[in-house]
């Protein structure tokens, strides 16, 4: 029975399918959504800017807030409460990280821009096959 689900979500459609498979087809499960915050990189991207700011923390939860008020207002649709928690950190290995603490991950297909899944690579895939918790992709 699957009673602790982990959804990772970003601002991708596939992120808001994934949370609303669980919501639909887990009612009674607790439900929380992990929004990963990528670490500075010279690879360029959105995480790059990071590497500017004092308080890494505050930035991740702010860059966070858009994901979690989405996932909330979905949510709520279905009358179910979720929490959230925000990671600093490469994708992929903060999740499995996380993985361990639920009884599965619900996770979209891919997610972020063309070029972030070329030079990050594709973190559903590593998910998939690296987690200690079955992983259901939603597509």
């Known amino acids: 029975m699957i009673s602790r689900i982990l959804v990772p979500m970003d601002d991708s459609e596939m992120a808001q399918q994934a949370l609303e498979y669980a919501l639909e087809n887990h009612p009674d499960a607790e439900i929380t959504v992990l ?22 923390e505050e930035v991740a939860e702010e860059r966070a807030e858009d994901v979690f008020d989405d996932a909330k207002e979905l949510a709520a649709e279905y009358d179910i409460e979720i929490t959230t928690e925000v990671q600093l950190g490469n994708p992929a290995r903060a999740i499995l990280n996380r993985a361990d603490d639920f009884d599965a991950v619900v996770i979209g297909s891919h997610g972020g821009s063309l070029i972030d899944r070329l030079v990050v690579g594709n973190v559903a895939q590593k998910v998939f096959r690296n987690s200690p918790v079955p992983v259901i992709v939603a597509r």
């Open 35 to 56: 929004h990963v915050v990528g670490e500075p990189s010279p690879w360029g991207g959105a995480a790059t800017s990071l590497a500017l700011e004092e308080d890494l």
